[in-house]
């Protein structure tokens, strides 16, 4: 993304005119809408699904390359950027407790794949209702559900199941399990259940952790509180320390994402 964007608002600028909408869907992940998202140079935990409601491409840059699509799936901890400019931007983010997550680690570098659009026309109805805040939270996770096993099977990792094994099922009944305690109930020595961490999840057990601080300020930022006390019951050191990382991550400040006149929040 070229230096002429740097000015752009990263989230917000049409919030006159349309909010955001965030449907969260606790260790799994969530559905997020905007008409307006400009991140330069983000990471995120989780994988990442983009289309648009409007069927419009949107702009995503990583590795040095760009791509346009009108709709794509990033492979987690790839550093990239986003233009999606009155679009009608659907972000599904896939967490790591999700038995498809690890499917999401065979997208080849710098990370980023252009998605069939047309594969997801079935759903463009549900999509356009989520854009415009019309979703229960029990259709949003019908539809982020069933866009989740339809980009599985555009991935590289052509034909391969969703996992479902006792590991994943412990982190969705837990997602902050100990590794010790994954440790007792798969069996394993503690090193052993490390590298199955790894391997089965796709993602090293220190990233997973780091994870895991963001998603439990996310809980609580649901239940209200300071920002001082999310950020020390998620493991920050300060408020501004939970800010830095969000801000490194989203794009955006944790103030933003709990603002009602922007946000919208089904929960």
């Known amino acids: 993304m070229d230096a002429s964007r740097e000015d752009l608002p990263a989230y917000g600028?049409?919030?006159?005119v349309m909010k955001d909408n965030h449907y969260w869907f606790g260790a799994r992940g969530f559905l997020f809408t905007s008409p307006w998202v400009v991140t330069r140079d983000t990471v995120r935990h989780a994988a990442?699904?983009?289309?648009?409601?409007?069927?419009?491409?949107?702009?995503?840059a990583a590795g040095g390359r760009a791509v346009s699509a009108g709709a794509a799936a990033i492979a987690p901890l790839t550093r990239r950027g986003l233009r999606a400019i009155d679009a009608g931007l659907v972000s599904l983010h896939v967490f790591p407790p999700h038995p498809c997550f690890?499917?999401?680690?065979g997208i080849p570098k710098p990370g980023v794949l252009a998605l069939e659009r047309a594969r997801f026309a079935q759903f463009d109805a549900a999509i356009l209702r989520a854009y415009?805040?019309?979703l229960t939270l029990s259709d949003a996770r019908q539809l982020f559900d069933a866009i989740v096993a339809e980009t599985v099977r555009q991935l590289p990792w052509a034909g391969r199941e969703c996992?479902?094994?006792?590991l994943h099922e412990l982190l969705r009944e837990n997602p902050a399990c100990s590794l010790p305690e994954l440790a007792h109930e798969l069996g394993l020595s503690y090193t052993g259940a490390s590298h199955y961490f790894s391997r089965v999840v796709g993602l090293p057990l220190r990233s997973y952790q780091l994870w895991l601080k963001y998603h439990t300020a996310a809980?609580?930022?649901l239940r209200g509180g300071t920002l001082t006390e999310i950020a020390h019951a998620s493991g920050f050191v300060d408020s501004s320390h939970l800010c830095r990382s969000w801000q490194a991550s989203y794009g955006l400040s944790p103030s933003y994402a709990r603002d009602p006149s922007r946000v919208r929040?089904?929960?």
């Open 102 to 105: 690890s499917a999401f680690h």
């Open 48 to 60: 990442v699904i983009l289309l648009t409601a409007s069927g419009e491409p949107i702009e995503i």
């Open 132 to 134: 415009e805040g019309r």
């Open 265 to 267: 929040i089904v929960a």
């Open 13 to 16: 600028a049409l919030a006159a």
């Open 219 to 221: 809980e609580l930022r």
């Open 163 to 166: 996992r479902g094994d006792r």
